[in-house]
């Protein structure tokens, strides 16, 4: 190597650093700015364009495909299809964070200055302290522990991008050169025709050039339940709307198409969803800001209190290597050193009593933090509703009859209904026979008919075990009735046909939409027999069934033909050799998604709680307007119904009476972020209805530019963004996707609304014993720096070491500080307003005054009481302490008491350790362990004591019962008062 090569090296590797940091600083602005982007509603023409200008824009032919040659072309210049690892924070920075930053750092400080000025007093005397040396190991063995347990605490990061990635297909069938091939799907690039077949999943966002009536499970990424048939021509001008799209990621669940490749990778619906959902920046917690406000302050006083004194005591004469340990030990007695494993363990035990009530926490601020919430941003389907379509009403002879169910195996009640009617047989006749759904043949047919699991859309389930309720054994029913053929539903029919064999003869049923049903019928079924249908009956059925939509409910219409063929006719779909029109009208079912049992009262409770809920959700306005005024979220008058009430035109309406309101997805679109703004302020009842996954994360993010600490649900890949933004995500346990989960602070394993009040009762409770914990903490921070403090200033012989103070901070202190997380509500938890986290801290000036002014104070003449009737007792009367700190620690003298007798060194030092004896009331246990265990004293300094040594404590323990008892008398009898806003913490 020449002399020049190491210079010209290290030039070389300055220049590529600063490339580096340069290519890192444009990549995280890039990032910001796709982040950004993504926010925004996807506007593309891929889907409208007509085929040919479509072929012509990605440079492909739709029967040979790319060529090989540009394929790699395209590979190289737009990267993989494949989603982009997010870049995460280094589990060794995560760990320097716990071990060395907070009150950390100030006791490593602490535990390096012991090690010094024991390693000075080795050097310049023959017998150092050993003390000394014992300390700066305790403190680094607290700090180190500590810090560990934190570290094990957090060290569990977001697997986000691992569950998008579980999403996404590995290969794909796709037509090049003309040659049709399988590929890694990552080497699948724009222009690429691909075959999509049944069971596979898309491989790419696609548009659909040839379909043979495929159907794709889309709920991941637009919340729709059941399988969306796919198409070739444009059905909306949104893309996510449109038939003739199939997205990255989707599953295939009937059928296959031919399609062409538009986007790729991060660009997809499902890499724009990833991306957006792990490049959020979420603020920190209100519990994380709040212990960094408490640290921050604790360790400024701390150290100011420390300085100040150490000051004092150069100033008094004390030697350099003695005040490095007056600030230790000044430093340690103000520093609640278990304080933070307190609050982690206090959270951590209200976290397993939430999982026993179906809230399992993945984030242990997020305890607190549901508490403290002001509004949830709450999905409809299964968490406010039971995610089952239900038949709530059937209407035949021009009559609609509610369907009512109990909890037992018949859950139907049949009163309602004339099973001889012959009109209601031949519609529940319909009902059984043109149904595609089955029960599932491993299903337990013990339980109720209504928690049976079935095979088939969600619609004809809710018929199914509707049927099944009145007449049950639809199976046998079927065998009894064959089917001959079948048309299934499809988006151009409207309508469901089929045709069964059955004693009577042939028989054709259908069931469709209801104004295509109506239009094929010329007669009705009435009272047994056909009845010509005009335009007065057909004006009854819209009547009844406008009703029916106005509640939100999805509405089936069911006619039938008796066939006069021979019975083992052969009918041919294709020719169609039966009649689709002229038929017999039979009736109506509706059905909903019912609201659970529990949710009117949870919703209530929230109100009542301050907490306002914002149902947010992609059902049609209509539905989700009904559900929200079943379940309370709206009880005052939209502006249609306050339009009503006053029998004047909606535009008339003064914008101040109107509390309630619908907002659909379309009129999201057109507005600014202020304007949102203003309706999320200005009404008290809101209903978001028709929403995009973009639109979702603009009302979270809406709801904390206004204030409010917001928490969301949801279960699907596209809440996830909204769920990673809001200040607690909430998704469900049962029905939530994997990527939902991830993304989500806590997860309801039962998916239930009702689930999420009784989590927010337990983080308000969690937050009152929190504070009661910390008071409970820092009242033993003035009995610590008290002795230190008439140490320095009356040079009296020091009552406490600063290893016992460590021993009360981690050792009795703690236990009953984490104990107080078990303390029950206090009576009015849930009818308090949500606590302003900008005004409500949890360590606030009434906390502080409590514990150091009030407590504190009543401790530290309990201590200083019985230290001098202790040292009384053996000789040492009050004044005669004063002054003596000199003598008392000089190994050579000896001290003469009250009554002549004189102390050596090594019996007096035994007196030192009475503060913990006497003022550890809660830790009895503990403490006469400590004190009673032999051969501790040399390491500890707190020897055996006498028994009547325990009782000068006593009354002042006492007197903080009193004291405290009489507190909480005058803030219940006088609430509002002087005591209540000085004294109530």
């Not at 870049?87 to 907070?102: A, C, D, E, W, Y």
């Not at 928490?711 to 596209?718: F, I, L, Q």
Request: aromatic share 8%; charged share 25%; with cysteine.
């Amino acid at each position: 190597m020449t002399e020049e090569e190491p210079r010209r090296k290290g030039i070389d590797w300055s220049k590529l650093s600063c490339k580096h940091l340069k290519e890192k600083r444009a990549a995280k602005k890039r990032r910001k700015g796709e982040i950004e982007t993504y926010k925004k509603e996807l506007i593309i023409d891929d889907h409208l364009i007509p085929l040919k200008e479509f072929y012509t824009r990605y440079d492909t032919d739709p029967d040979r495909g790319l060529t090989s040659t540009k394929a790699a072309e395209l590979l190289v210049t737009i990267g993989p299809n494949e989603l982009t690892p997010p870049r995460t924070t280094p589990q060794i920075v995560i760990f320097s964070r716990h071990m060395f930053l907070g009150f950390s750092l100030i006791l490593w400080l602490a535990s390096i200055l012991c090690i010094v000025a024991y390693t000075i007093s080795a050097q310049t005397q023959d017998e150092p302290e050993m003390s000394n040396l014992y300390l700066g190991v305790i403190i680094l063995v607290v700090v180190i522990v500590t810090g560990l347990f934190g570290f094990l605490q957090d060290r569990t990061s977001l697997r986000i991008m691992d569950s998008f990635k579980k999403m996404i297909t590995h290969t794909a069938t796709v037509i090049r050169d003309g040659k049709v091939s399988n590929i890694p799907s990552q080497n699948l690039v724009k222009g690429d025709v691909v075959l999509i077949k049944f069971g596979s999943k898309v491989p790419a966002d696609v548009r659909i050039i040839e379909n043979f009536g495929m159907k794709v499970d889309n709920s991941s990424l637009t919340g729709e339940t059941e399988p969306q048939p796919r198409g070739v021509e444009a059905t909306s001008n949104n893309v996510m709307e449109t038939q003739n799209v199939a997205f990255y990621s989707s599953s295939v669940m009937e059928g296959t198409c031919k399609a062409v490749v538009f986007e790729t990778g991060d660009r997809t619906v499902i890499g724009r969803l990833a991306t957006l959902t792990v490049g959020l920046k979420r603020a920190d917690s209100p519990m994380t800001v709040e212990i960094q406000h408490f640290v921050k302050l604790i360790t400024i006083v701390a150290v100011v209190i420390s300085t100040a004194f150490i000051i004092l005591a150069l100033s008094m004469g004390y030697d350099i290597i003695t005040c490095f340990v007056y600030f230790v030990a000044l430093l340690v007695a103000n520093i609640p050193e278990g304080l933070l494993v307190t609050v982690t363990l206090s959270l951590t035990l209200t976290a397993k009593k939430m999982a026993k009530k179906n809230c399992l926490i993945k984030s242990l601020d997020s305890v607190e933090t549901l508490g403290s919430t002001s509004t949830i941003c709450s999905d409809k389907t299964g968490t406010l509703t039971q995610n089952r379509m239900t038949v709530t009403e059937i209407m035949y002879n021009f009559k609609a009859y509610p369907v009512k169910y109990s909890s037992d195996r018949n859950s139907t009640v049949a009163d309602e209904f004339d099973r001889n009617d012959p009109d209601f047989l031949n519609l529940m006749r319909c009902g059984r026979l043109c149904l595609r759904a089955e029960f599932e043949e491993d299903d337990d047919t013990s339980q109720p008919i209504l928690n049976r699991n079935v095979e088939g859309d969600a619609s004809e389930a809710g018929i199914l075990k509707c049927v099944e309720c009145i007449f049950p054994n639809v199976k046998e029913y079927r065998r009894a009735n064959p089917k001959a053929m079948e048309i299934p539903f499809n988006s151009t029919n409207k309508y469901q046909l089929s045709i069964h064999r059955t004693r009577g003869g042939n028989i054709l049923l259908m069931k469709g939409a209801p104004e295509k049903i109506i239009q094929l019928c010329s007669t009705v079924s009435f009272q047994g027999k056909p009845k010509g249908l005009g335009d007065d009956g057909k004006n009854q059925i819209n009547a009844i069934l406008n009703e029916m939509g106005g509640k939100g409910e999805r509405v089936l219409g069911f006619c039938d033909a008796e066939l006069t063929d021979p019975p083992n006719t052969e009918y041919d779909p294709n020719k169609k050799n039966f009649p689709t029109s002229g038929l017999r009208f039979l009736g109506l079912m509706a059905l909903i998604d019912p609201p659970r049992e529990a949710v009117p009262d949870a919703v209530a409770k929230c109100k009542t709680a301050g907490i306002r809920v914002i149902m947010v959700t992609g059902d049609h306005p209509v539905t989700a307007e009904a559900i929200a005024k079943k379940v309370g979220i709206i009880s005052k008058g939209t502006r249609k119904d306050v339009a009503a009430a006053m029998g004047i035109p909606e535009d008339k309406v003064d914008s101040k009476d109107v509390k309630s309101i619908v907002v659909s997805g379309d009129q999201l679109r057109s507005m600014s972020a202020d304007e949102l703004d203003k309706i999320i302020k200005n009404h008290d009842e809101i209903v978001f209805a028709r929403t995009t996954p973009t639109q979702k994360l603009s009302i979270v993010e809406s709801c904390q530019r206004l204030g409010y600490i917001t928490a969301v649900t949801g279960d699907g890949v596209n809440d996830s963004p909204a769920l990673k933004k809001a200040d607690i995500g909430i998704a469900m346990g049962i029905a939530g996707s994997d990527v939902s989960k991830q993304a989500a602070d806590m997860v309801l394993l039962d998916d239930n609304f009702a689930s999420i009040v009784v989590g927010v009762e337990q983080g308000r409770i969690i937050f009152d014993n929190l504070k009661k914990s910390i008071c409970y903490v820092l009242t033993s921070n003035i009995p610590e720096m008290a002795p230190f403090i008439a140490y320095i200033i009356f040079q009296i012989p020091m009552p406490l070491s600063v290893i016992a103070i460590l021993i009360v901070d981690i050792g009795t202190d703690m236990v009953p500080a984490i104990a107080l997380a078990y303390e029950k509500a206090e009576s009015d938890i849930m009818r308090r307003k949500p606590r302003n986290p900008f005004l409500d801290k949890l360590v606030n000036r009434r906390l502080i005054w409590m514990s150091y002014g009030q407590i504190g104070i009543i401790q530290v003449v309990a201590a200083f009481t019985a230290y001098f009737v202790v040292m009384a007792q053996y000789g040492f009367l009050p004044l005669t302490l004063l002054g003596i700190r000199e003598r008392w620690e000089n190994k050579a003298l000896s001290v003469t008491d009250s009554y002549g007798q004189e102390w050596g060194y090594k019996p007096r030092k035994g007196m030192t350790n009475w503060v913990l004896n006497a003022g550890l009331l809660f830790a009895v246990a503990l403490g006469c362990t400590l004190l009673y265990t032999p051969g501790l004293y040399e390491y500890l300094l707190m020897p055996p004591i006498q028994g009547i040594h325990w009782l000068p404590g006593v009354p002042y323990a006492l007197l903080i019962i009193v004291f405290d008892e009489i507190r909480r008398l005058i803030l219940r009898h006088r609430p509002g008062g002087w005591v209540e806003r000085e004294f109530y913490y």
